[in-house]
Structure formats: C-alpha cells, structure tokens
C-alpha cells in the first residue's frame, strides 16, 4: 500500500506530505482545484514520462517521492530494497532535463520502473473508458483472467507466431517467383549447353594458333620440295632421252659421252633419295589442312564475342560460372521449398495452438460474464446482459490467437446485444470499469487502485451502489477514489479535501486530510448545503 506521498514544487502545490490509512480513500473538492494533480505525481511514480509542465512556475526543479509497504516485492525491485524495507520511488524533474528517478536511493532506469511499478499501482481513468472500446484492450482484460497454464500458453503461441512471421518474412524477401525462376534456369541452361556444343578445351585456341604456324611452313616447304623434285625427274627423263638418242651414233667419243650420262644418272639417282625421304617425310605428318584450322579458329572468334571475353579460357570459366549459379539457383529452389515446408510446419503448430487458446478464452469468458452481470446487477443494472462474443478462423492468425473477440453488452431489459461502443452510456462504461477492476482484482490483486471519477455520468442511488462496491474493494486492496458524490465519499476511512487558494498573488493547491467532523461537514457541502440537509431530514 501507498504509505506516504511528497511532492515538492509540484505545479500548484508548493509542498505536500500526505500519510494514506488502508481501506478507501476519498478526495474531494471543486473541479478544477487540483485534485488530478495527485493523480499525475502518482502516475509520475509509476513511471509515467517526465514534463517540464508539472514544474511550479518560478521554480527548475520539482520533486515526487512516493512511500509504499508490500507484501512481497516485484523482481525489479529486489535488487534495490532489502528484506524489511519499505519501497521508496523518487522522481525529480528538472528544467535543464537532468530528471532523476530512484528506488530506494539507488538510480533506476523509467522502463524499469514502470514494469516493477505496474503490480503496486494500478490508475483507472477516463482513457480506460476509451479503452474499453478496442477488442484488443477487451482480450487482454479476458486473458488476465488466466491462470498460469494459460498465459504459458500464451507465451508459447506468441513464440510460434514470431517464428512463423520471422520465416515468412525470409521467404518474402529472398523469393524469387515461379516464372523468373524458370526462365533464369532455362537461359543458364541454354548459355551451358551452347558453350559445350563447342566441346571446346582449355589450351586448344593456343594449340591452333600453332598449328597454323606450323602447317603454313610446312605447306611451303613441301611446294619448294616438289618443284625442285619435279625438275629434277624432268632432268632425268631428258638425260634418259639423250642417252637413248645418242646410243644410235657408233663413234668412241660418244660412247664415252654416254657413259658418263650413265654415271652422272647413277648419282644424281642417289642425290635425289634424301628428297625423297623429306617429302616422304613431310608427306606423312597427319596435318590438320588449314581450312579446318581457319574454321576452328573461326568458331572460337565468334563465341569469344558472342559472350564478350578474351579467349576461350575465359569462355570456359565463364561456362562454369553460368554452372555455378545455376546449381545455387537449384539449391535456393531446394532451400525454398524446404523453408515452405517449415513455415507450412509452423502456421499449423499456431493454429493448433490458436485452438487451444480459444478453448481456453470460451472458458474465461464464461467466468467472466457470470461475475459481471452479477456485479453490474449490484451496481443498479436492471436485468444487465454481457456477452463476451468469439469467431475462430484458422486463416486469420494474428499475435494473440485466431478468433475475434468483442464485448456485447445490453443495459436494458429487451434490448439487442450490441459492441460495447454502440449501447453504453458514460455512467454504464464507469460501473462496467468498475465491475471489471473488482473482477480482476480478485485474479491478479494489485497494492492500490486509484479510481479517477469512476462516478461519472451516474446518479444518487446508482452512486451509493458504487461506494458499496468500492467499500468491498478496499476490503482487499488500498483504494483511492476521486468522486464529487456524499453518497460515495461517505464510505471513507480517510477523506482528503483539496481545495484552491491565492498565497502572494500566486494561485495555490491546498491538500487537507480531513478530521471525522470535518469530512462531515465536506459531506453537506457535497450534498448541497445544510439547507439541503435538513431539506431532506424534513
């Protein structure tokens, strides 16, 4: 419970120092006198984000220190308050923006802060009216109604559910679709099988060019051979002529002639062989003709421009690198169809899970709406109807299950359940806050309920309903309550009053804890006077 509240140049009020009881606390006083300014140094308390607007004008600094006894200490805290000690938060606000929080002397982080803080304290205003209105702010009033199984079911859906939207969200990103794909694998393909058709080698261009060299020079060679080979059997046949003419003459001296002709023929037969053995030689080379080398080499210019490299080298590595990303185009392929097998895996684990946690909500919801139209019963509905409403659709997953889950509600006897939204009154929306705060305090008690005019738009008999159920409240838990109600305040075992007044031309907030007499008369003067007073005692 809140023991102990100081607040220190804390916009109107100059310096405060209020001691709470247990059970109901009541404060009371004209609108606009401040009493919303308790209000902001609590939520400042609960780690509500500093303003230089809370600062008392003239002053830099201004200070919140709140003073609380609990029963067990939130693990945030258990590092920062020893076995024994009350919690202690402070807050200092500051115009240069050097703002302090500490717990217990000691500096804490504001996230920190608020999560320890969120089971002392809990503030219950007009933006939860608000939020009485969205489906979701509805589910987590349902979901709070759990027990421990069911919020670790909670937990393990919303884990599945993060892992399922983590995969999705790979496979989005990194998908390439059906038809791209294919046509990316068809043309690689195409590229590979074009480069292969060729059958070309590594090393073969170079082979070629020399072969070219070399059949060139051997093509000359073998020309320059068979020219003089040529001329020399034409020498040979015309000797063989002259021989053969002059054997006809019968004189010495051509005889002679004759057989050096023989001779000079016997010679020249055996000059020729190693001619003949070149040509031989050169005639048994298995060349490749020229054309064919021209042609080769003709198909190696053409796909080094066609694919814009160097040489057929770089052709060739060029092929293995289409082969490369085709077989990791193959293996995204693989890899995609495996992540949508697990993604396939895992929405039906969400939606298994989604199942259970329906199940599980069709069940709060029963106990839920047993409890309140009892409680808005008491709290002067007249035949109330509440209808926690739900829709399964496995198709609709989303972080909190599958269904779509919405509060009906019907004030009066005949009527047709409708959302919330469309059929409450201010007055009904403050009792239906109220009848739900006392449900759920019964399942997850808080230190303190503050209830910022949970009075609103009701009236007298209606309002000293509310006072009843507050009364009860604080049977179990502090609560504090802002009300302009006599037949509210009246339930009090502490009654504050706050009041404005003018202290040296300065407009002053003035907290005052009222003595039984005095909260007595600050009953009259809510009812509306003692003429009112003995008006209705007449």
């Known amino acids: 419970m809140l023991l102990e509240l100081k607040l220190n140049r804390f916009t109107l009020i100059h310096e405060a120092h209020l001691s709470f009881k247990k059970g109901l606390t009541v404060f009371t006083g004209e609108t606009g006198a ?5 209000m902001d140094a609590v939520a400042l308390l609960m780690g509500k984000p500093a303003s230089e607007d809370f600062i008392s004008d003239g002053s830099e600094e201004a200070w919140v220190e709140g003073v609380f006894r609990l029963k067990g200490i939130p693990e945030v805290f258990q590092l920062y308050v020893e076995p024994g ?3 202690m938060v402070y807050r200092k606000l500051s115009r240069k923006g050097s703002n302090v929080v500490r717990v217990n002397g000691q500096t804490m982080p504001l996230k ?3 999560q320890g803080m969120a089971s002392v304290l809990n503030i219950i205003g007009q933006h939860d009216y608000m939020a009485l209105f969205e489906t979701e702010y509805q589910r987590f009033l349902l979901d709070s109604l759990g027990e421990s199984s069911f919020q670790a079911l909670k937990r393990q859906y919303r884990k599945a559910y993060h892992d399922y939207l983590e995969l999705k969200k790979s496979i989005e990103t990194s998908y390439l679709n059906d038809e791209e794909k294919a046509r990316k694998v068809e043309f690689l393909a195409f590229q590979i099988n074009d480069i292969e058709s060729m059958a ?3 090393g073969e261009e170079e082979t070629l060019l020399d072969q070219k060299k070399n059949s060139v020079g051997r093509e000359k060679q073998l020309a320059k051979l068979n020219g003089v080979l040529h001329h020399m059997n034409a020498f040979e046949e015309a000797l063989f002529v002259v021989q053969k003419e002059l054997k006809s003459y019968d004189a010495e001296s051509i005889r002679v002639l004759i ?8 010679q020249l037969a055996e000059g020729i062989k190693p001619l003949l053995s070149q040509k031989q030689h050169l005639d048994s080379l298995d060349a490749v003709s020229i054309d064919t080398i021209e042609s080769r080499l003709e198909e190696m210019f053409r796909y080094k421009t066609k694919y814009k490299v160097l040489s057929v080298d770089q052709l060739l590595d ?9 077989d990791s185009l193959t293996a995204r392929v693989e890899s995609h169809k495996h992540a949508q097998e697990n993604l396939a895996a895992l929405k039906l684990t969400c939606t ?3 199942k259970q946690l329906y199940k599980g909500r069709l069940s709060l919801a029963e106990v839920l709406q047993t409890k309140i139209i009892k409680l808005l019963g008491d709290l002067h509905f007249n035949q109330p109807h509440f209808e926690v409403k739900m829709s399964f659709d496995e198709q609709k997953l989303h972080e909190n299950g599958a269904e779509s889950l919405e509060f009906f509600m019907a004030s009066n006897v005949g009527m047709e359940p409708k959302p919330m939204s469309k059929v409450a009154s201010g007055g009904e929306l403050s009792r239906m806050l109220l009848a739900l705060s006392v449900v759920f305090q019964s399942v997850n008690p808080v230190h303190t309920l503050i209830f910022d005019e949970i009075d609103s738009g009701i009236g007298g008999l209606t309002a000293n309903a509310v006072g009843h159920c507050l009364k009860e409240v604080s049977q179990t838990a502090q609560v504090f309550c802002i009300t302009h109600f006599p037949q509210i305040a009246r339930f009090a075992d502490q009654h504050i009053h706050v009041s404005k007044q003018v202290e040296n031309k300065k407009t002053v907030t003035v907290i005052k804890q009222l003595s039984s007499i005095e909260a007595t008369q600050e009953l009259t003067r809510l009812v509306g006077g003692e003429d009112v007073v003995r008006l209705f005692n007449a």
């Open 112 to 114: 920190q802060l608020k």
């Open 85 to 87: 000690e009350p919690l």
């Open 200 to 202: 070309f080698c590594v």
């Open 352 to 354: 298994e899970l989604a």
């Open 318 to 326: 060029l092929k293995t690198k289409f082969q490369t990303e085709m």
């Open 259 to 266: 057989d050096h002709i023989e001779a000079f023929s016997i």
């Open 34 to 38: 401040g009493k919303s300014i308790l």
